[in-house]
């Protein structure tokens, strides 16, 4: 046994085990979180702002201080915390309909300000925790609860692009679309989310990163069907890349 070196192990902050259906990409997210800060060594310092949406219990799963917001606030909690505890690494972790429909403004004002906090943005296309319900960024002809018919952009309009969005805004240091279909964009996501809190605990701006994900139970697929939709269907409409990093750059003021 003395010859054998560790390669991988469960970090000590991840308590499971979680709610999730099985092919949510949720816990796969909230695992590479808790093993960047337990890397790092800033589980100590973080304050996660959990959502209303299937994540509402992330503070169960990563043990570290949360805030729990109203459904879509989460940015303007996390804004008035960084401003009251500068020095704490302060991320929202929020699904799609949290952050980027009842939440569109708190979000854009948040990269619009330039506060120095990151989002992590869940993107599964549905309101998931209310029954798959359409969401700003449900793909044109998608079946869900409330367009059984498929999205319709004739009513309901076009997806919406987070990351493209948010990576207009001069206060926007990172803006980034990841996805965890495969180990290596798993790897990549992580590469990703560490170099969005390094951005913050420099002071560069506001970091945002977009998650492509599964929601196998309202997409009526199994965990593996829910995984190729992702790679072969979501991400033809969500390109993934990085669509803002102001790298080195120092920021002004
Ligand atoms: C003010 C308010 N409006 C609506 C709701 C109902 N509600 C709870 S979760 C949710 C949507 C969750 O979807 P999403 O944010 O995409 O997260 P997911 O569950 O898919 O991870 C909604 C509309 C609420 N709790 N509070
Ligand atoms: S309902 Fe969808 S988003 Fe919610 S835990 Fe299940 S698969 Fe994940």
Known sequence: MGNLQVVYEVPKIYTGPNHYCPGCFHGIIHRVIAEILQEEGWDDISIGIAPVGCAVLAYDYIDIDWFEAPHGRACANATGIKWAWPDRLVFTYQGDGDAASIG?????????????????????????MTGGQMAPTTLVGMKTTTSPYGRDPKYAGYPLKMAEHIAQFEG???????????????????????????????????????????????WRMDPVKAAEFVKNEMIKVYPLGVYKDVGDEKKEG
């Open 104 to 128: 569109f403004a708190e979000t854009s004002y948040a990269a619009i300000r330039g506060v120095n906090i990151t989002t992590i943005m869940v993107n599964n296309a549905v309101y998931g």
């Open 172 to 218: 926007t240091a990172l803006s980034v679309r990841v996805s965890a279909f495969d180990p290596q964009h798993v790897l990549d996501m992580k590469k990703w989310i560490r170099k969005a809190f390094q951005y913050q605990m420099e002071g560069k701006g506001y970091t945002f990163i977009e998650v492509v994900s599964t929601c196998p139970t309202n």
